[in-house]
């Protein structure tokens, strides 16, 4: 898990640079775009499209262009088609890479993916590449003054979660991919406030770097982030607290 908490650390910390309204609701509108089509225009029927557009609302984004994206998904308005996409690549070090995408053209966005990687010491490589090294997991993230453990353990694990690790301000709570909402509406039944959840890649074990690898890495994962094709990006490495703060 602390792979993954040290990069949503490094998200946070260079956030004030990343906040670019129009990215972010591009990036919205082909999640909205894709729940749709994947399981129909009803939120009340789609856990996805329910979460897409709570987390559009929390943008401040417009109910016409909501509504709008959805009706795109699902055929009642005309659009190019958004499909979602998986690419793996390789970074310094041996690290692996996962990056999670929805696209109107693939062709356009694997040109531009590979050359992200290339340019920063990395490689964009084939099914299987990197995929082996991850397991699939839902995972969910609280404030931590919302819960304490005995509360995550009656109410995230009584409900199903795997686990929960404390990150410092916040609790992730882990969970099988197909209890993700199962465990979400324990918590929601037991008033507990969700700060963000998704269904995402988790290394099964990490590769610690450091200096020049750290930095280069950490560049390549921002660059990878900040496409208007990407939704998410999973890697393997791990960065020490005392480089990490030297970086950011």
Do not use: C
Request: aromatic share 4%; proline share 2%.
């Amino acid at each position: 898990m602390s792979g993954h908490s040290k990069w949503a650390t490094i998200k946070r910390a260079k956030g004030a640079t990343d906040a670019k309204r129009a990215k972010i609701f591009t990036k919205l509108i082909k999640e909205l775009n894709v729940a749709a089509r994947m399981g129909g225009g009803d939120p009340a029927n789609n856990a996805r499209l329910r979460k897409a557009i709570s987390e559009a609302k929390a943008k401040s984004m417009p109910g016409d262009t909501i509504k709008n994206a959805v009706k795109r998904g699902t055929g009642e308005m005309e659009g190019q088609a958004i499909e979602e996409v998986v690419y793996e690549g390789t970074g310094p070090n041996g690290t692996l890479f996962l990056v999670e995408g929805a696209t109107d053209n693939r062709n356009r966005t694997v040109a531009e993916i590979r050359k992200i990687f290339e340019k920063n010491n990395g490689n964009l490589g084939g099914a299987g590449v990197a995929l082996w090294a991850f397991d699939r997991k839902g995972l969910i993230t609280l404030e931590k003054a919302v819960a304490n453990e005995d509360q995550l353990m009656e109410i995230a694990v009584g409900g199903g979660a795997e686990d929960y690790t404390d990150e410092g301000e916040t609790w992730t709570v882990t969970t099988p991919p197909e209890a993700l909402q199962v465990v979400l509406d324990a918590l929601e039944a037991g008033k507990l406030a969700v700060k963000a959840s998704q269904l995402a890649f988790i290394p099964k074990n990490k590769k610690l770097v450091s200096g020049r690898d750290a930095e280069v890495l950490i560049n390549l994962a921002e660059i990878l982030d900040d496409h208007d094709d990407v939704a998410h990006v999973y890697s393997d490495f791990d960065i020490s607290d005392e480089d990490l703060a030297k970086i950011t």
